[in-house]
């Protein structure tokens, strides 16, 4: 089988790259995901388990994810000293992620202080098959000696997310084998259980117990080795929370229920590990991109999917792709826009159910949504810039800068295109699933009553006799407080064009819902005509004649840069010029206008989306602005025929975390440009477009790419596109497949 463009593979250990490749080497299976951390540690590591819907009170960011008590730690002790990559030799190294069957692994040569010297293997995973199933195989063979080797594998329930303890304990105990840990959030009260079971196979005299620290339940094997001869150390967890479970059922009993059952049936490491790489063939059937003549790119786009896989939520309509997914710190597992504009397309094309879960936890929040709409004194729904367990607002209002000062943070105030993205993403995921009874149950409630906001939102300008909406932060939060930002406005246009054609579509289709939501909502004839009014008449700053879009009331009057000045650099403009300074220059974080092209690309015609991008490209900041960039940019150069120039920006959103392009991959993935980037993929290179017909590919590849290969679901149906150089001038169909 071959294995090019599956792995992951660091052949030297860095010190200096620890935090980097934690996030890097970061595994999962939709229900949690912990970071590359090593087993047995390393000083300054920041090891986390992060699991969807486990969020705690913190301080500034109202709610957080809360790093789980960490179930990594499996402790090897080589006649009695213990291995670590910081202490006595490390003569071979070697370590694998592979993508393919969602495995990690080390290959180490060590040589202890005393002298002594082991191979050692060690993989582990986070089971596809079973999302409350963790396992780690510790293999080590003594190569020039024989004695003692002792595994010590624990549950570490001292952790904290960079400092705040979330996490208190309320019990642990052992039954043989096996150690178990009962934690409690403090603020919200969340249960956790945990049991963890060592299972060894080799070795002579083994010797069992338990060491039960508070907090730190811990089982022990000890056996003599002989030279040449490998022990092999299994280390089963079992994880459920709260959020699992029916009230009545206790997460302890869950655990150790899980694990015993894994006992009765003999179903150790390795069965259980052909359970999880056939789950993730069935994954990679439906979601794998292929590209020949291009290893680099190969690999990137594997590993960025691999990183959305493992965080989608696939047994659980409650919680949604944060951020930065389930791999780090940043953004404390709070969800944006990018979930719906960048992530759900690729699952709404290859794995719509997943896609359907992330649209619900949209419906699940809508009264937070309606709260915060109430609070600033609007109707209808107004949805969280960041979002978490409720759909409260949690963005910080205030942060400390890095000299200690207050900055004000806006986006939760005014940055309120969101809404109308999540519509977006309703819309479209019902355009190519046809999954009417979401539409009618659920969709339609979240299109229609986040169009009452965009009723309320709008303020009528007598004197210029229009509509505007002032006061906004676009998608380049650059700028702020702006006036008619024409993303924000044209999106809310098209959001309430579509909210009264769904109101049409569910009077013809559904009347009883439609009858029960014109109620429930308020849509009388007056709201609807005063939607129709807003449509007709809202400021949009498109020049007709020209094509081109100025991005907000009074930004051509701002100052150009000169960005050659600035450079060589290694941070963004803001960073580099404040932001009082950035927001009265022409320098974009990201381009409103050009992505307001991309979603709203079939309403406006090439020489349009010609002129602005050559009027915005040349004034976004593409290396240190917006990781949401360079993919969307990839596909509108593709657009305009100029696949060398969209290939650059493809690799820089392909290389972001790999290469840590921006120098915060510690903070965890840029689940954004993951996902922007199958977009880029199969909506540009590919050119697939979707038609009355079905779809359709009129690919524009790089010249140095030989082939693309890719499928789609559309309306239940699965469409193959194999696309190679030759096909490259002309359009083509997929090959239809069976469902």
């Not at 979601?287 to 047994?315: C, K, M, T």
């Not at 939102?457 to 008619?484: C, K, S, T």
Request: hydrophobic fraction near 40%.
């Amino acid at each position: 089988m071959n294995e090019t463009g599956w792995t992951i593979t660091e052949t030297e250990f860095d010190p200096a790259r620890l935090h980097h490749q934690e996030t890097v080497f970061t595994l999962g299976n939709g229900y949690l995901g912990t970071r590359g951390a090593l087993e047995e540690g390393y000083p300054g590591a920041r090891p986390a388990t992060l699991i969807h819907g486990v969020f705690d009170d913190a301080p500034i960011v109202h709610t957080e994810l809360a790093n789980a008590p960490n179930w990594l730690p499996f402790v090897l002790l080589v006649n009695g000293e213990r291995f670590r990559m910081d202490r006595g030799e490390l003569l071979d190294y070697r370590r694998t992620l592979d993508l393919r069957r969602g495995l990690l692994r080390r290959e180490i040569r060590w040589r202890s202080p005393a002298g002594h010297t082991v191979d050692i293997h060690i993989e582990r995973f986070a089971s596809l098959a079973d999302p409350h199933l963790l396992a780690i195989r510790y293999q080590v063979t003594p190569l020039d000696f024989d004695g003692w080797i002792e595994f010590r594998a624990g549950i570490n329930g001292h952790v904290d997310n960079d400092g705040l303890v979330h996490w208190d304990w309320v019990d642990q105990g052992n039954e043989i084998s096996t150690v178990w840990l009962h934690s409690r959030t403090r603020g919200s009260g969340l249960e956790l259980g945990q049991a963890a079971g060592l299972l060894i196979q080799g070795g002579r005299e083994v010797r069992r117990q338990v060491m039960d620290c508070h907090n730190n339940p811990t089982a022990v094997a000890k056996c003599r080795v002989e030279q040449g001869n490998a022990v092999v150390a299994e280390k089963l967890v079992t994880v459920f929370t709260s959020r699992d479970l029916e009230p009545e059922r206790q997460v302890v009993d869950a655990a150790m229920n899980k694990w015993g059952g894994f006992f009765e049936t003999r179903s150790y490491y390795e069965e259980l590990r052909a359970a999880h790489e056939t789950a993730w063939a069935e994954v990679w059937d439906a979601s794998d991109v292929i590209i020949e003549g291009d290893d680099a790119a190969q690999q990137a786009v594997r590993y960025n999917l691999f990183q959305l896989l493992i965080a989608a939520p696939r047994h659980d309509d409650r919680v949604s792709i944060p951020a930065k997914t389930l791999s780090g710190f940043g953004y404390r597992g709070h969800v944006f826009w990018d979930t719906e504009i960048f992530i759900v397309p690729f699952f709404t094309h290859t794995q719509p159910e997943i896609a359907r879960n992330l649209l619900m936890y949209r419906y699940h929040t809508l009264p937070g949504a309606r709260r915060k709409a109430k609070e600033n004194g609007y109707e209808g729904a107004q949805y969280a810039w960041e979002s978490a367990a409720t759909g409260d607002e949690t963005t910080p209002r205030w942060v400390p800068g890095p000299a200690g000062e207050l900055i004000r943070i806006w986006t939760g105030d005014i940055q309120i295109h969101i809404s109308a993205d999540i519509a977006y993403t309703v819309w479209h995921y019902w355009q190519v699933t046809g999954d009417d009874e979401f539409m009618r149950d659920y969709g339609a409630e979240i299109i229609l009553d986040t169009a009452v906001f965009w009723g309320s939102r709008a303020e009528y300008n007598a004197e210029r006799d229009r509509y505007e909406i002032n006061d906004v932060i676009g998608p380049d939060e650059n700028h702020e407080h702006v006036n008619n930002n024409v993303f924000t406005n044209r999106m809310a246009q098209w959001h309430l064009e579509t909210a009264l054609e769904t109101l049409a579509w569910l009077r013809r289709e559904h009347s009883s819902k439609a009858a029960e939501l014109e109620e429930w909502l308020a849509l009388s004839p007056e709201r609807l005509a005063h939607w129709a009014d807003v449509i007709g008449c809202l400021h949009i700053l498109h020049d007709p004649e020209t094509g081109l879009m100025e991005q907000f009331e009074g930004f051509f009057e701002l100052e150009d840069i000169d960005w050659q000045a600035l450079q060589p650099r290694r941070r963004s403009i803001q960073s580099l010029l404040g932001i009082e300074r950035t927001n009265q220059v022409q320098a974009l974080k990201q381009g409103d206008a050009l992505m307001l092209l991309y979603l709203l690309g079939d309403r406006y015609d090439l020489e349009t989306k010609r002129v602005n991008w050559d009027y915005y490209s040349p004034r976004t900041d593409h290396t240190y602005g917006s990781s949401l960039g360079p993919a969307i940019q990839a596909i509108l150069a593709c657009e305009l025929g100029m696949p060398e120039v969209a290939y650059e920006h493809f690799m820089r959103a392909a290389l972001v975390d790999l290469e840590d392009v921006r120098g915060n991959a510690a903070d965890g993935i840029h689940a954004a440009s993951a996902g922007g980037l199958w977009q880029a993929a199969v909506f540009g290179f590919g050119g697939l477009r979707l038609t009355d017909a079905g779809p359709v590919a009129n690919p524009r590849l790089p010249s140095h790419w030989t082939r693309l290969q890719f499928r789609i679901q559309h309306k239940g149906q699965w469409y193959d596109f194999d696309l190679r150089q030759e096909s490259a001038k002309g359009s083509g169909c997929g090959t239809r497949q069976r469902s």
